[in-house]
């Protein structure tokens, strides 16, 4: 484990998946990080690549060869090298090697950053292209908070407020593939937590122009501020009933009911020449 520590923060970080797995601020006591309590979901904040969601039947195309991949692609399950470059910062690298190019025909360099800078915490995703021909992936983020964080509170005492008043559509899933949209419910920019937003799975937004969203207590003063930029889609989501909600930035999305299945064709692909790097982050802020 790399643990990242400053006068507020404490991060915790497996090499296996460059996986956070906690974030204590020490000036509160508070774990923001779901607990990975296998009974509901054994994972804490796996990251997405080189495909975000599910492909139709598990299969995707390039040039005329079919190839598979599970839900979410290879990344989460693979050990990444480990360099802590201070006390604040680490950085986490996972390269193409031969298991790789067998399901996923690219040669790549995926780094995750993380950084700590006060009371926040940040992970920037870097991915360069040693390769020769263009590298098509996705990335995305999926990191599960605790809900509740803080004793004698409930579920229902927590909710999600976006930080632009917009109306959204609820993509929804069918077998985990895109399907048709319907309005996102919910009142003055603020969603407020029930397990039973998850029984239909994910709530899948695109291209919204929300680019923080503050999960945060009725009952209490402490929350999270989740940042992100130019990411154009986004999920959020819980195992059933489970105490904890994941706000999951992506660059990528599942393949949508009616997909060709080409990996060029593919919703949200991003395209990165030879020799060339890309990058985004995401922020949570402890208050």
């Not at 643990?3 to 797995?21: F, V």
């Not at 996972?94 to 926040?120: C, I, M, W």
């Not at 004793?151 to 005492?157: A, E, F, M």
């Amino acid at each position: 484990m790399i643990i990242l520590e400053n006068e507020i923060l404490r991060a915790t970080i497996a090499p296996k998946g460059a996986e956070l797995q906690s974030l204590i601020n020490t000036t509160t006591g508070i774990e923001h990080m779901w607990s990975g309590d296998a009974a509901y979901w054994a994972k804490f904040s796996p990251v997405l690549f080189p495909i975000v969601g599910g492909l139709k039947n598990d299969t995707y195309y390039f040039n005329d060869t079919a190839y598979q991949l599970p839900r979410h692609g290879f990344a989460r399950d693979k050990t990444f090298a480990a360099e802590q470059l201070s006390l604040a910062e680490a950085v986490f690298t996972l390269t193409h090697d031969e298991q790789t190019l067998a399901v996923y025909p690219f040669e790549f360099v995926l780094k995750l950053r993380y950084r700590l800078n006060g009371s926040t915490l940040s992970c920037t995703y870097e991915v360069y292209n040693p390769g020769k021909e263009e590298l098509l992936f996705s990335v995305g983020a999926h990191p599960a908070f605790a809900v509740p964080f803080v004793k004698d509170t409930n579920y229902s005492d927590y909710y999600l407020q976006f930080n632009v008043a917009e109306k959204l559509d609820r993509w929804k899933l069918e077998n985990g593939l895109i399907a048709a949209p319907e309005p996102l419910q919910f009142d003055n920019n603020t969603l407020p937590l029930q397990p039973s937003l998850f029984y239909e799975d994910a709530i899948v937004l695109k291209h919204m122009q929300t680019n923080t969203i503050t999960l945060a207590c009725t009952k209490n003063d402490h929350g999270i501020h989740f940042k992100f930029d130019d990411f154009p889609f986004f999920g959020i989501w819980a195992a059933k009933d489970a105490p904890f909600v994941c706000l999951e930035p992506w660059c990528g999305i599942a393949d949508s009911v009616t997909h060709d299945q080409q990996l060029k064709n593919k919703e949200g692909i991003n395209v990165l020449a030879a020799n060339t790097n890309w990058q985004r982050s995401w922020s949570v802020a402890c208050f």
